[in-house]
């Protein structure tokens, strides 16, 4: 099993900046692509970044520019920074991860438990 557990999220004024991290633990034999997705309410959940094993990176049209995505593969962590954030980018992130379990040996999705993020006055 993976287990991943995000912090970081909280309250925060239009134009602020906060950062996300996600680690992952468990019983892993490798993790491909880490990545972060949100969901505000009434809204389906949305990929916002996602990052490769090898160092290739995706974003949503939406934060391009005011989102990094990074990762530390020898922590298992990935970090979500986030800058001139908007009211619309408030939702619920979840970490997502695409790993290979020493029990399973196959790749499969995990995912968070979520980290709220409000931007507001």
């Known amino acids: 099993q993976v287990q991943l557990v995000e912090s970081g999220g909280g309250l925060v004024q239009p134009g602020g900046s906060l950062r996300l991290s996600c680690a992952a633990s468990g019983s892993i034999f490798s993790i491909n692509t880490m990545g972060w997705y949100r969901q505000a309410p009434g809204k389906q959940r949305e990929l916002v970044a996602t990052?490769?094993?090898?160092?290739?990176?995706k974003y949503a049209d939406s934060v391009k520019g005011r989102f990094t995505i990074s990762r530390d593969n020898a922590k298992k962590t990935v970090y979500l920074q986030m800058s001139s954030l908007k009211p619309e980018d408030t939702a619920v992130y979840y970490c997502?991860?695409?790993?290979?379990?020493?029990?399973?040996?196959?790749?499969?999705?995990?995912w968070g438990k979520g980290t709220l993020v409000t931007v507001s006055s």
């Open positions: 990052s490769t094993s090898g160092g290739s990176t």
């Open positions: 997502n991860a695409a790993a290979v379990t020493i029990e399973t040996m196959r790749v499969l999705d995990y």
